[in-house]
């Protein structure tokens, strides 16, 4: 019986532990669309028409949902979104106008779903899986529906092209950076990965990406004359400038606009605010409707400040590249620095430790096991290459340890920062009991 979100959890997954069984391999040889697709044409999804953008890459994917969204609201649309993961409740990846869905909601229309579930899931053999992915859309259609969404704005989990948010047609695909991830999954080269995120472009569609790699541009300029799109890549002088950080925000610069005020203080952001600008024009954006949407958007957990004294600064970074842009973003650190860092073992964890190292007196190195299928570096292979980073490397069971120690070692001032899976960033809202409710 669904009678509560972690029964609604465990149902939903239920087909998706058939891979716990057998090696995962390339998703064009494990992921397939078509059950999504048939339970959809059932379930008659999406009962009503809107325009759709979905959104893929490597990183700031939600980030840049979560700008355009307030955008979006500004210029008096109602944008419904996905976005993977949640960060505390499993509600966050469907919202509209903000508003995560609320469980007595989600449990409803998964209860009114069901009958198509289980009839779609009576026809698969014993190696074919329904797509918990799948059935979020599902209920997010639905939802969309009820509430009169007129924009659905929807984050791509991984690659694209065998991805069931692709399942819905797009009038806008947007790209953030394409990064070398998900190897075993997608492929061992950027060409290959950039194929797969390709995928979200539509027949005439259009399409706009941030600044790409060669390889990347090539197989987005390929896809989009394939498909008969219209694809836009930004150049690096075509976006957002910094200008001066601000307590809980920075002052960007964008051609045509003069200076803005984004209330997130990555220095990241200023790419994915410009994605999603450019994204919003294609919606009428007027100048009003873009100081006053931009001012107001709250995205938790990135480059998010949680104390003063001393000063703690969190961020779901877990690549070099993203670890890098999160220190850039901090501005001058007050010593001592003590870094905390939760890395999975198949993202270049090593790599992250060096970034933060390089800023960093001291190391703590911890984990999580609220994902199970999420797995960490063992703990010799761990502090083994973060010692070849840093001096002085601890290690902590859990997070609520490492910020014990990290406390310890930096008294009440210095600085705490955590770089890691947005599962401990999640964390950290309970702990310093931050709503993420609403955006």
Request: charged share 20%.
């Amino acid at each position: 019986m669904i009678d509560s979100m972690e029964s609604a959890i465990h149902y939903i997954f239920q087909t998706r532990r058939r891979l716990d069984k057998t090696p995962r391999g390339l998703d064009e040889y494990t992921r397939d669309t078509a059950p999504t697709r048939r339970l959809l044409a059932r379930a008659g999804l999406p009962a009503q028409q809107r325009e759709t953008i979905v959104i893929t890459g490597s990183r700031g994917k939600g980030s840049v949902s979560a700008i355009i969204a307030k955008l979006l609201s500004a210029m008096g649309r109602r944008a419904g979104t996905i976005t993977s993961p949640h960060l505390v409740h499993w509600n966050e990846r469907i919202r509209v106008a903000g508003r995560m869905i609320p469980s007595q909601d989600f449990l409803r229309i998964l209860r009114g779903l069901q009958p198509h579930i289980d009839a779609e899931i009576a026809g698969l053999e014993d190696n074919q899986y329904l797509s918990p992915q799948g059935i979020f859309l599902a209920i997010a259609l639905r939802y969309f529906d009820e509430k009169r969404a007129d924009v659905a704005v929807l984050e791509v989990g991984r690659g694209g092209r065998f991805d069931d948010i692709a399942t819905v047609p797009n009038q806008l695909a947007l790209f953030t950076p394409i990064l070398l991830e998900h190897t075993a999954l997608l492929g061992e080269n950027l060409a290959r990965i950039a194929w797969h995120k390709a995928g979200i472009i539509n027949p005439g569609g259009d399409a706009i990406s941030l600044p790409q790699a060669a390889e990347a541009a090539a197989q987005l300029s390929k896809e989009a004359a394939q498909q008969g799109a219209r694809l836009a890549v930004l150049r690096e002088d075509e976006l957002a400038e910094f200008v001066s950080r601000r307590a809980n925000g920075q002052v960007i610069r964008l051609p045509a606009y003069g200076e803005l005020y984004l209330p997130l203080l990555g220095r990241y952001q200023l790419a994915n605010a410009t994605l999603a600008i450019r994204a919003a024009e294609h919606f009428g954006l007027d100048e009003t409707a873009l100081r006053t949407g931009l001012s107001a958007v709250q995205w938790q957990g990135r480059a998010q400040q949680l104390e003063e004294s001393p000063r703690i600064v969190i961020d779901g970074a877990i690549s070099p590249i993203s670890a890098r842009s999160f220190v850039e973003s901090l501005g001058e650190l007050s010593a001592p620095v003590v870094s905390i860092v939760g890395v999975p073992r198949d993202r270049d964890y090593s790599g992250v430790y060096r970034v933060m190292a390089a800023v960093s007196d001291a190391l703590i190195i911890t984990e999580t096991d609220i994902n199970p299928s999420t797995r960490f570096p063992a703990r010799p292979d761990a502090l083994r290459e973060a010692r070849h980073a840093c001096d002085d490397v601890r290690y902590a069971a859990n997070l609520p340890a490492a910020f014990a120690l990290a406390r310890s070692m930096t008294g009440g001032s210095g600085t705490i920062l955590l770089a890691g899976s947005l599962m401990l960033i999640g964390e950290c809202m309970l702990l310093w009991d931050i709503d993420t409710t609403a955006i």
